[in-house]
Nanobody, 118 residues
Framework: QVQLVESGGGLVQPGGSLRLSCAASGFTFSTSDMSWYRQAPGKERELVATINIMGRTSYADSVKGRFTLSRDNAKNTMYLQMNNLKPEDTAVYLC????????????WGKGTLVTVSS
């Protein structure tokens, strides 16, 4: 079965850094585009960044220049390096596999909480 497991969240002060990981299993990771979303309490889920199967990335304007998305197909893992974190970055961060070929659908992880506060 498909599994997406996020890790690396936690409490960090404004200006600090975290690196999130999404470990994937149960499908051919290298043939799926991957995305990070985030959702804060009472707010809509928003797309943070996407990386396609060729490694091309795109970012939301709110994180551009601060976050860096990457993937390691040999390790079936996607990463999100988050620098210069701001309180408004506080949210549950969720990993998404876009259109898994073996199943013909998207898959989501359960999320990891990032809290940016003094």
């Amino acid at each position: 079965q498909v599994q997406l497991v996020e890790s690396g969240g936690g409490l960090v002060q404004p200006g600090g850094s975290l690196r999130l990981s999404c470990a994937a299993s149960g499908f051919t990771f290298s043939t799926s585009d991957m995305s990070w979303y985030r959702q804060a309490p009472g707010k809509e889920r928003e797309l943070v960044a996407t990386i396609n199967i060729m490694g091309r990335t795109s970012y939301a304007d709110s994180v551009k220049g601060r976050f860096t998305l990457s993937r390691d197909n040999a390790k079936n893992t996607m990463y999100l390096q988050m620098n210069n974190l701001k309180p408004e970055d506080t949210a549950v961060y969720l990993c998404k596999a876009v259109y898994v070929l073996e199943y013909g659908r998207n898959f989501w992880g359960k999320g990891t909480l990032v809290t940016v506060s003094s």
